[in-house]
């Protein structure tokens, strides 16, 4: 374990974790959103979040930009950032909302088992990948230089860019955003009831199918940013990119508490943490890996999570 290369540049590890996680995150919201309502894996939210990384950049191309487009002053790389986030967000929304009518809807009027929810999730997402595959030919698609990776700042000797704060405090802000939604708005309310008891719900008048749909919405929402996010940091997207990271956000939010939206951005910023500092200790190869191993620890001895709370349960 080579310890003196993880804490000569402690601090770039932990901020890189943080960027990282961050993006976990809200994709982890995604998932931990429908689960919380209806115990299901949302298994295909994976291709959510690419249909919304593949829409920015689609959409940036509209106005003229490339791979080799580097957008300069404030007001441009501002309104550009709000027209990715803008057309991400529309489009792995509206990927959420097809996955719900024609995958899971039908399946939930025929009280279909969970083994069928289940494969239809993977099926979904296989079809959604291969599709994005075919249409790029299996063939990188880069991004332009929308905001710069300049040194912003300095703390306590790590370098903080503006890639960085920008992708840290979006997750910040969504997160807050959509706590405040799910906890102070009346449609808020209707979606902690459903996570609740879905029959009770029908009972005092809530639309079960409506609440199920906007939470997939609101997931969409997320995982679309996030894709938008993860083009600025990486630069380039591949149609196969969101089965691994589909799969680390979920590893997040089962981390933080599967059901717990603040559950979810913990596990997702810790599971940045511990796949940097893994990286540091052992090497490249082994950051998956210890990304994993430390969850099936943490689940032996708490197998609710870190914070455990369900979204029914969830506080006004």
């Known amino acids: 374990m080579n310890f003196n290369a993880l804490f000569s540049d402690f601090g770039g590890y932990t901020i890189t974790g943080l960027t990282v996680g961050a993006i976990y995150a809200l994709v982890a919201l995604g998932y931990t959103l429908v689960y ?55 489009a792995s929304a509206g990927t959420a909302t097809v996955i719900e009518r024609v995958a899971y809807r039908p399946l939930r009027k025929r009280n279909a088992p969970p083994l069928a929810f289940l494969i239809t999730a993977i099926g979904a997402s296989i079809a959604i990948a291969e599709a994005f595959g075919i249409y790029t030919r299996r063939l990188p698609v880069g991004a332009p230089t929308v905001v710069k990776n300049d040194v912003l700042f300095t703390v306590f000797g790590a370098e903080v860019t503006v890639v960085q704060l920008l992708i840290i405090g979006s997750a910040l802000a969504m997160m807050v955003a959509l706590d405040l939604f799910i906890n102070r708005s009346r449609v808020g309310r209707g979606i902690r009831a459903v996570a609740q008891d879905q029959n009770t719900a029908a009972l005092m008048g809530i639309n079960k199918d409506r609440i199920i749909l906007v939470v997939f919405v ?39 508490g599967i059901g717990n939206l603040r559950g979810a951005l913990l596990g997702g910023l810790l599971l940045g943490l511990v796949e940097n500092y893994a990286s540091a200790l052992f090497g490249a190869n082994w950051k998956d890996l210890a990304a994993f191993v430390v969850l099936v620890v943490l689940l032996m001895f708490r197998p609710t999570g870190l914070l455990g709370e369900s979204l029914g349960r969830a506080r006004a």
């Open 36 to 90: 919380g309502v209806l115990r299901l894996i949302n298994f295909a939210h994976s291709e959510v979040f690419i249909a919304g990384a593949f829409a920015a950049i689609w959409g940036w191309a509209a106005f003229g930009l490339d791979r080799d487009s580097v957008v300069s002053g404030f007001g441009s790389i501002m309104l550009y950032l709000l027209v990715g986030a803008l057309i991400a967000a529309v």
């Open 218 to 256: 609101i997931g969409g929402v997320m995982a679309g940013v996030a894709g938008m996010l993860y083009d600025i940091r990486i630069g380039t997207l591949t149609y196969s990119v969101g089965f691994l990271l589909g799969l680390k956000a979920f590893t997040a939010a089962v981390l933080g």
